[in-house]
């Protein structure tokens, strides 16, 4: 079972940049796709980010171009640098790892954008 513990959330107004960590319990080499997802008031989760074993990424279109998934191998952490941020995109963040069948998900950090 992966373990995920993610940071880096907070306040932050419009326009503004944070950066998100998840670290993971185990090496993330082995791990098949890395993710980001979050959840607002009322709404249902949806992907933000996700890398690929391989390196590659996949990115939801709302957040194309001003946010960026990377990884730290050495250090089994993830992390997603947002820029640009707007209103919408306050929002719990929480890391994913999907492994073979198996799904394993952070506690979540509260990303909130004031205007």
């Known amino acids: 079972q992966v373990q995920l513990v993610e940071s880096g959330g907070g306040l932050v107004q419009a326009g503004g940049s944070l950066r998100l960590s998840c670290a993971a319990s185990?090496?993330?080499?082995?791990?098949?796709?890395m993710g980001w997802y979050r959840q607002a008031p009322g709404k249902q989760r949806e992907l933000v980010a996700q890398?690929?074993?391989?390196?590659?990424?996949n990115y939801a279109a709302s957040v194309k171009g001003r946010f960026t998934i990377s990884r730290d191998m050495a250090k089994n952490t993830v992390f997603l640098q947002m820029n640009s941020l707007q209103l919408d995109d306050t929002a719990v963040y929480y890391c994913?790892?999907?492994?073979?069948?198996?799904?394993?998900w952070g506690q979540g950090t509260q990303v909130t954008v004031s205007s």
């Open positions: 994913n790892a999907h492994q073979y069948q198996y799904d394993f």
């Open positions: 185990e090496s993330i080499f082995r791990i098949n796709v």
């Open positions: 890398i690929f074993s391989a390196g590659s990424t």
